[in-house]
Structure formats: C-alpha cells, structure tokens
C-alpha cells in the first residue's frame, strides 16, 4: 500500500473536469485507488464517489493505493491532480 497527502488549491475545490480525469487515469490501473477526507472514503473510479466527498479548497485529502501498480497509479493520479491544478 501506497499513499500521499496533498492538499486542494483549487479555489472550486474538486469539481467536476478534474475529477473525470482523474477518474479516467485512475481506471488505467489494476489497483484500488482511494481519496480519503476526513475519514469518509472515495472510489477514484467513480465520478459520482469523487464528486460525493465534497473537497473544497484548503482541504487535505489522502490518496491511498493498493494493489499490483500501485506506484504507478500513485504518481500517475498526483501528476493529473497537479496538471489540473487542483494541488
């Protein structure tokens, strides 16, 4: 198992175009990809998981990985976040 904690500057917090993209990098891996915030977890597959967290600006979310690819999957889905701006 993997995981990083980074924190949210979007000013939108994680609306909806980043987090289609990191749902569509997320599905290239085989691992489980998890967002955790304040104890509530996300599937990073499903768009509807991501967006039901809530991550608003200044937030400090967990990015957990398990599985075979585990750090791939990790530094692909931070690359995403960080292209995207929202860390």
């Known amino acids: 198992m993997k995981s990083i904690q ?3 500057i979007d000013p939108i917090g994680l609306h909806a175009r980043p987090a289609s993209k990191i749902t569509s990098e997320a599905t290239k891996y085989k691992s489980d990809i998890k967002i955790v915030l304040d104890g509530k977890e996300a599937n990073a597959k499903s768009l ?3 967006m039901a967290l809530g991550v608003k600006v200044n937030n400090k979310i ?3 990985v398990k599985g075979l ?3 791939q999957a990790i530094i692909g889905i931070e690359k995403v976040m960080r292209d995207n701006k929202l860390i």
Do not use: H, Q
Request: aromatic share 0%; no cysteine; hydrophobic share 50%.
């Open 6 to 8: 980074v924190k949210i």
């Open 48 to 50: 509807i998981n991501l």
């Open 62 to 64: 967990e990015i957990v």
């Open 69 to 71: 690819d585990e750090s």
